[in-house]
């Protein structure tokens, strides 16, 4: 489970990265990221998007989870200071997991979060 100052939890926080934030796009998901505002922690937020066209909410959910734990796992190599929106696409719900973190991986790292290429590896 992701630390508490680790999640981006406001309806509308999430609808400002959605809206402002830079957008990465992979085959499995795409990554929105936007700076936070200055009254906010440090700590870079994440939240994880995962619509119905993807499945039930057993299927739903289980992808939320992996992609959790996938940033869970990098949180000592992110950059501080960042709001970040996963959003599935129905190709996630199949992907392995080494599939999912790969992808995860890239997105971060095309999107300036992670700190140095060598998390880019795994």
Request: aromatic share 4%; net charge positive; with cysteine.
């Amino acid at each position: 489970m992701l630390p508490s100052p680790s999640r981006l939890r406001r309806t509308a926080d999430i609808g400002r990265v959605r809206q402002r934030g830079r957008r990465w796009q992979h085959p499995l998901v795409v990554l929105f990221v936007d700076t936070q505002p200055q009254d906010c922690s440090s700590d870079s937020r994440f939240a994880f998007a995962v619509g119905r066209h993807i499945g039930k909410a057993t299927q739903r959910n289980r992808v939320k989870r992996r992609l959790r734990e996938i940033v869970r796992r990098k949180l000592d190599r992110v950059v501080p200071g960042h709001d970040c929106l996963f959003v599935a696409r129905t190709g996630a719900v199949t992907a392995t997991h080494e599939e999912l973190e790969l992808a995860v991986i890239q997105l971060l790292y095309r999107g300036g979060i992670l700190l140095d290429a060598r998390t880019h590896n795994g």
